[in-house]
T-cell receptor
Framework: DVKVTQSSRYLVKRTGEKVFLECVQDMDHENMFWYRQDPGLGLRLIYFSYDVKMKEKGDIPEGYSVSREKKERFSLILESASTNQTSMYLC??????????FGSGTQLSVL | GENVEQHPSTLSVQEGDSAVIKCTYSDSASNYFPWYKQELGKGPQLIIDIRSNVGEKKDQRIAVTLNKTAKHFSLHITETQPEDSAVYFCAASRGVPTDSWGKLQFGAGTQVVVTP
């Protein structure tokens, strides 16, 4: 089975801190994604990557950046965390256009 | 861009009854419509999908129907069981079959509660 592993299940940070969320997939998938999940808003795409060192903005990239130095790893970076970035963050990977495989998510609280 | 609306936001059903979740989309070029199920504490998982050249698809107790003219698609769960309790997301995307990535637009989600 495909496994997408997110480094932390829960994370508490302070306003202004630089935050790194890490994601690793073990199936050699080309594509990796970062979503944000908020109640009533569903899943919103922050950034995605279809190849190493490649990245594309999603629907809500403001305040975030990403890094993909290796095929299996995709990092989400909050340069200066703010309270409105308190959310559930989901990483996903896919091979091709169809099925996304999601990690279990990181619940980030910014105080 | 694509906009996907999903209804209802919550759905409570008696075990054994059917559940129906409806989604509408705005982009007539969308041609791929998956449904994801998210259980408590887990990430979403694909349960069924349909492409625009098909009107209906069934997999055991779940089925999805697509009406391209009206731009809406629905998830049907028959003979619901307590393990069907979860949040369900619909999604839509466009692109040709050779696209190497899938940029999905998700609905807001439906919390389904199946009571014994």
């Amino acid at each position: 089975d495909v496994k997408v592993t997110q480094s932390s299940r829960y994370l508490v940070k302070r306003t202004g801190e630089k935050v790194f969320l890490e994601c690793v997939q073990d199936m050699d998938h080309e594509n990796m994604f970062w979503y944000r999940q908020d109640p009533g808003l569903g899943l919103r795409l922050i950034y995605f990557s279809y190849d190493v060192k490649m990245k594309e903005k999603g629907d809500i990239p403001e305040g975030y950046s990403v890094s993909r130095e290796k095929k299996e790893r995709f990092s989400l970076i909050l340069e200066s965390a703010s309270t409105n970035q308190t959310s559930m963050y989901l990483c996903a990977s896919s091979q091709g256009r169809a099925k996304l495989f999601f990690g279990s998510g990181t619940q980030l609280s910014v105080l | 861009g694509e906009n996907v609306e999903q209804h209802p936001s919550t759905l409570s059903v008696q075990e054994g009854d059917s559940a129906v979740i409806k989604c509408t989309y705005s982009d007539s070029a969308s041609n791929y419509f998956p449904w994801y199920k998210q259980e408590l504490g887990k990430g979403p998982q694909l349960i069924i999908d349909i492409r625009s050249n098909v009107g209906e698809k069934k997999d055991q107790r779940i089925a999805v129907t697509l009406n391209k003219t009206a731009k809406h698609f629905s998830l049907h769960i028959t003979e619901t069981q307590p393990e069907d309790s979860a949040v369900y997301f619909c999604a839509a995307s466009r692109g040709v079959p050779t696209d190497s990535w899938g940029k999905l637009q998700f609905g807001a989600g439906t919390q389904v509660v199946v009571t014994p």
